[in-house]
Each structure stands twice: as C-alpha cells, then as structure tokens.
C-alpha cells in the first residue's frame, strides 16, 4: 500500500508541477491576446473593416486560453488530491470539479453529467483519491447499465451528522426490481462496494428512480 501511496504522490506531483507551467503559459496567451485586442479597437483602419477576420481570430484564441485556464486549474487541483492519503475536503466542490476534468468521458457517450447546486457547505476528512474514484464509478456504472442514459444528476443532502450523495439516472421507465438487479450483478458494483468499505460509507440502490445513494458516514 505505502508503494502504492508514492506512486500516486510521484504521479501527482509531476502533473501539479506541469500544469502550474501550463498555467503560466496560457495566461501570457491570454494576456497578449487582450492586448492584441484593445490595440485593434483603437486602431480606425481596423474598425472600418466590415469582414473583421482578425478580430475574430484573436477572440477564438483569447476565449480558447480562458477554457485551457480552467482545465489546467482543474487538472492541478485533481493532481494536489494525492498530496496525503487523508485530507478535510468540501465534498460538493471536489464532485464539481472531478466532473469538470472528467466531462467530456461522459459527453462522449452522449451523457450530460451535473451536480445539484449545494448551498451547504459540508467536508469530511478521508481519503481524497478513493472518494474520487468511488464517485466516478458510481457515474460509470449508471452509464455502461443503463441504455438510454442521456442524464446523471448529483444531488448532496446534509442532516445532522449525515450526508448522501444521490446519483439519479434520467430513465424512469424501469422498475425497482429490474435495476436493483441490473447494478447489482455488475462489476462495478462490487467496485462501488469495495471503496465504501474502505471509506466507511454506505452504498445502496434508490428505490424512487433509478441510481446510487451514497451514505458518508
């Protein structure tokens, strides 16, 4: 396990260094490409052009290097997750961003993924890379079982000394006992199971619609 551990701390700290640099790199695009803008729009001859292709040119770069800002922003806080094997994180703004780096695996399945807005703000000290994992599993397996997933909606919910993280599939057309038994033959259920077994949680099918509540205990 200790092996395992500095491999991922290696791993992550290689990829927090390299997109820090990536950082920098996209802000100097950024940066001039405003600039190049501002001198354009100053410039009379520029502006009298009707088919202003320059102008568009440098704002497709300029709106391309804000994306590339935010992934790698994304991309370095996702590496920094193997700093410690237990750390205190917001649980809702560690799913926002997994699902932000993690979107367009989804998106290519033809499969929008979000999470509820949660106005609690609610951590819990565990272990960072498992909860990660157990979150994307859970995403995967309403995905790869399910047929005409087109939608996966999170939802947090905080009572007391208690927080589920509901995983809701936008098919309601199947029966509880159909997709109970659907998830729980698969794979990645038993994958599931194992990482709330190794945080502590608790995993079970939702009898209302189809999906995964999970139970932080």
Not at 114 to 121: D, G, N, V
């Amino acid at each position: 396990m200790d092996n395992l551990n500095n491999k991922a701390k290696f791993f992550g700290k290689v990829t927090a260094s390299l997109s820090h640099e990536l950082q920098n790199v996209l802000a100097i695009i950024k940066e001039t490409s405003g600039l190049m803008e501002d001198m354009l729009n100053f410039s009379e001859d520029f502006a009298k052009l009707e088919d202003n292709k320059l102008g568009e040119c440098i704002k497709t770069i300029k709106n391309q290097a804000y994306r590339g800002v935010d992934l790698t922003s994304g991309l370095n806080s996702f590496a920094h997750t193997t700093d410690s094997i237990q750390a205190s994180i917001n649980v809702y703004e560690t799913i926002k961003k997994m699902i932000f780096i993690t979107k367009r695996l989804f998106q290519q399945k033809g499969v929008n993924v979000s999470i509820t807005k949660c106005h609690k703000s609610y951590s819990i000290i565990t272990d960072t890379v498992f909860f990660q994992m157990l979150i994307f599993s859970c995403i995967k397996s309403l995905i790869e079982n399910f047929d005409n997933t087109t939608t996966i909606t999170l939802d947090i919910n905080s009572s007391d000394k208690i927080t589920t993280i509901k995983f809701t599939n936008n098919d309601d057309t199947l029966k509880f006992d159909d997709y109970k038994q659907m998830l729980t033959k698969s794979m990645l259920w038993a994958e599931i199971c194992k990482f709330c077994e190794q945080l502590n949680f608790k995993s079970e099918i939702t009898a209302d619609t189809p999906g995964i509540l999970i139970t932080l205990k």
